[in-house]
T-cell receptor
């Protein structure tokens, strides 16, 4: 049973446009959500997080939106750059101890 | 800068030998570290949770005698792949839990068993 889902295995976006990566979760106990970026043969790198008391968190080109009623979060990257091409993992945690990761979405930003 | 150091980054070993991978938290104490495995084009698979001073908790399907985990100090956890076989070839990643912070990952270790 996948508690964290990323239903799009891949996404292609033109450089300069907005990239929207989606994530759904099933466990209502999750109260902390994170996005990680991963390049091949490297460990994931933390991008941005949001706690359940907020519905939006912004950091530069990256914004995460949380819709608790829909158990849905999304990562917006604008403007998208070729260097953003990577696999993006959504993760969720209840109480900050155990982290459950989604299967990832491969983003390709086309020049 | 990096807060979790993983070593080695790449190792090639012969079938039947054992390989040790180290995961160190830099500048903070990590009572909990996690070990993951990633197959090509697949997601991170949690193998085990390593707790300092106690036995690791293994996920279902992960052989504890095959993948030995030792969390001897608050800054170091090791994963030893014992009697490695070609099917153990994979990308192994550790992460360390820092209270009040997101999970930080090491850069991973690519294991190739010939």
């Amino acid at each position: 049973d996948q508690q964290v889902k990323q239903n799009s295995p891949s996404l292609s976006v033109q450089e300069g446009r907005i990239s929207i990566l989606n994530c759904d979760y099933t466990n209502s106990m999750f109260d902390y959500f994170l996005w990680y970026k991963k390049y091949p043969a490297e460990g994931p790198t933390f991008l941005i997080s949001i706690s359940s008391i907020k519905d939006k968190n912004e950091d530069g080109r990256f914004t995460v939106f949380l819709n608790k009623s829909a158990k849905h979060l999304s990562l917006h990257i604008v403007p998208s750059q070729p260097g953003d091409s990577a696999v993006y993992f959504c993760a969720a945690s209840a109480g900050g101890q155990n982290f459950v990761f989604g299967p990832g979405t491969r983003l390709s930003v086309l020049p | 800068g990096a807060v979790v150091s993983q070593h080695p980054s790449w190792v090639i070993c012969k079938s039947g030998t054992s390989v040790k991978i180290e995961c160190r938290s830099l500048d903070f104490q990590a009572t909990t570290m996690f070990w993951y495995r990633q197959f090509p084009k697949q997601s991170l698979m949690l193998m085990a949770t390593s707790n300092e001073g106690s036995k690791a908790t293994y996920e279902q399907g992960v052989e504890k005698d095959k993948f030995l985990i030792n969390h001897a100090s608050l800054t170091l956890s090791t994963l030893t792949v014992t009697s490695a076989h070609p099917e153990d070839s994979s990308f192994y990643i550790c992460s360390a839990l820092r209270v009040g912070s997101p999970l930080h990952f090491g850069n991973g270790t690519r294991l190739t068993v010939t």
